[in-house]
């Protein structure tokens, strides 16, 4: 079993910044791909971004397009997400994800964090 820890959620205020981090226990042959997800309340949990971790492939939402950046540290089993100029609809709890591909579909991922919350303020 593959475990995730995110850290790195907080309150900002809109504008602002934050980065997340999301250390995997190990990697195996399912984890070639990590990605975050998020949820708002009342809202489905939606794809923010995935990396893979060989070839450096990213995917991203078209809403954080621009703003966010999905990296990795293959050393430290650890991918981040830099987030910038957060708005107000980018609250929610963030979920580290990890799975064999890129994938922009909860279904493609095998492994889950047990989220980060992010609350960006006026």
């Known amino acids: 079993q593959v475990q995730l820890v995110e850290s790195g959620g907080g309150l900002v205020q809109a504008g602002g910044s934050l980065r997340l981090s999301c250390a995997a226990s190990?990697?195996?042959?399912?984890?070639?791909?990590m990605g975050w997800f998020r949820q708002a309340p009342d809202k489905e949990r939606e794809f923010v971004a995935a990396?893979?971790?060989?070839?450096?492939?990213?995917l991203y939402a078209d809403s954080v397009k621009g703003r966010f950046t999905i990296s990795t540290d293959n050393a430290k089993n650890t991918v981040y997400v830099q987030m910038n100029r957060l708005k107000l609809e980018d609250t929610a709890v963030y979920y580290c994800?990890?799975?064999?591909?890129?994938?922009?579909?909860?279904?493609?991922?095998?492994?889950w964090g047990q989220g980060t919350q992010v609350t960006v303020s006026s």
């Open positions: 190990r990697r195996t042959s399912s984890t070639g791909a």
């Open positions: 990396i893979s971790l060989e070839g450096g492939i990213t």
């Open positions: 994800a990890a799975g064999r591909y890129t994938a922009t579909t909860r279904v493609a991922y095998d492994h």
